[in-house]
């Protein structure tokens, strides 16, 4: 009798723990399936991702020379909005909308960003001395490559430019943002 009591004493305890870990569990999934949503949604998208961004009025670039113009690119990090700032360098040949070149700053070699100087009419790179004509060719230095060219739009008399970094390193130009 004694060893009955025991057995149904152990299986009650049994299940009473077993309803306490389900109700427990379904107490958790949502908190746990909302903190979750924002990396569901970073994986699934990239946290940035290739797109035009601003830069600026068209009538502020002056025709033939090289400006160098920040644009932001925004992103998300979890639940945390987050804003990227790139410089780009524009050069206007005429007054046409479309005699525009755009290049990215960062230096295909490492990363480090690339100066226009004017005096020697070239671009160089700080780091390791890579040098880049006025055209961003590749002239001297470690770089693989020449700076990586930039497409752009013009929309309302503004100018966007399609951002994208490019792995560093390589004589090919392969695009990192999605
Ligand atoms: S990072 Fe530009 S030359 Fe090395």
């Given at each position: 009798m004694a060893q009955m009591h025991k057995g149904r004493r152990?299986?009650?305890?049994f299940l009473s723990t077993s309803l306490f870990t389900v109700i427990g569990l379904c107490l958790a999934l949502p908190g746990l399936?909302?903190?979750?949503?924002p990396m569901r949604r970073k994986s699934a998208t990239?946290?940035?991702r290739s797109d035009f961004v601003d830069a600026g009025p068209l009538v502020d670039l002056?025709?033939?020379q090289w400006q160098l113009r920040t644009v932001e690119l925004a992103g998300q990090?979890?639940?945390?909005?987050?804003?990227?700032r790139?410089?780009?360098?524009?050069?206007?040949?005429?007054?046409?909308?479309?005699a525009i070149t755009v290049l990215s700053s960062i230096c295909p070699h490492l990363g480090c960003p690339v100066q226009w100087q004017a005096a020697r009419a070239q671009f160089v790179c700080p780091c390791h001395h890579g040098t880049?004509?006025?055209?961003g060719r590749t002239l001297a230095g470690p770089p693989p490559r020449g700076m990586d060219p930039l497409p752009f739009e013009i929309r309302s008399g503004r100018l966007w430019v399609l951002w994208n970094e490019f792995k560093t390193g390589s004589a090919e130009r392969i695009p990192v943002c999605i």
């Open positions: 152990r299986f009650l305890g399936a909302y903190f979750g949503a990239g946290e940035f002056p025709v033939g990090d979890g639940w945390e909005k987050t804003i990227l790139y410089a780009v360098w524009i050069h206007r040949e005429s007054e046409s909308a479309d880049f004509d006025a055209r």
